[in-house]
């Protein structure tokens, strides 16, 4: 699943804004398949509304984070 909002993962934590990551938990529950979410790489100091760190092992769905040009592209 191809996400918008920026997230990084550092020291097996992964940073991402705290409604998706809720939203993210239910939907896993819910559906009970294997799932994937990429998002763009959260660059250090950017701004993020209401953000949490949960440990990597933690999550019930995997994730990517790659790298883009500030409008969002692959380089």
Same mark, same amino acid.
Do not use: C
């Given at each position: 699943? =191809?996400?918008?909002?920026?997230? $990084?993962?550092?020291?097996? =934590?992964?940073?991402?804004?705290?409604?998706?990551?809720?939203?993210?938990?239910?939907?896993?529950?819910?559906?009970?398949? %294997? =799932?994937?979410?990429?998002?763009?790489e959260m660059v250090p100091g950017q701004p993020i509304r209401g %953000?949490?760190?949960?440990?990597?092992?933690? =999550?019930?769905? $995997?994730?990517?984070?790659?790298?883009?040009? @500030?409008?969002?592209?692959? @380089?």
């Open positions: 699943m =191809l996400y918008s909002n920026p997230a $990084r993962i550092d020291n097996h =934590l992964f940073k991402v804004d705290r409604k998706f990551h809720v939203g993210m938990q239910t939907y896993a529950e819910q559906i009970q398949v %294997p =799932l994937t979410t990429v998002h763009p %953000p949490i760190e949960v440990p990597y092992s933690e =999550l019930p769905y $995997r994730v990517l984070s790659v790298k883009t040009d @500030p409008a969002w592209r692959l @380089p």
